[in-house]
């Protein structure tokens, strides 16, 4: 969705660069503001088309994380606080929330 739009964006650009690009080509630099300036323009518009090309077609998505590395992220379950009301855990007999009178088994 958001792919699809930013595609859509980027073509959009594309073209209006494109056409800025073909008219301060076309005009005679006096128009455009002096020699020193419409090369600067001439120049630089097909720049940010060829950035905008690159942008939208060519640039590759980052892949998605894998199995693994989406697991490395989650954080093991502590055995000093409660996951549900964070209070102290005890360890006799067995790990256990006062509180909550949840135990918690280890393999
Ligand atoms: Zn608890």
């Known amino acids: ?3 699809g739009l930013l595609m859509v ?5 594309m073209l209006i660069f494109a056409a800025v690009t073909f008219a301060v080509w076309t005009a ?14 001439r120049l630089g518009f097909p720049a940010v ?3 905008l090309v690159w942008a939208t077609f060519l640039r590759k998505p980052k892949p998605a994380p894998t199995i693994e590395e989406r697991r490395a992220l ?3 379950l502590s055995d ?4 549900c009301c964070r209070s102290p855990l005890a360890t006799v007999p067995d790990l256990h929330c006062p509180t909550c009178k949840v135990t918690i088994y280890r393999d």
């Open 80 to 83: 000093a606080d409660c996951f």
């Open 49 to 51: 088309v060829a950035l």
């Open 9 to 13: 964006l980027g073509i959009v650009l």
């Open 1 to 3: 969705m958001i792919g």
């Open 74 to 76: 989650v954080e093991p």
């Open 28 to 41: 005679p630099a006096a128009a455009v503001g002096g020699a020193g300036l419409a090369w600067g323009l």
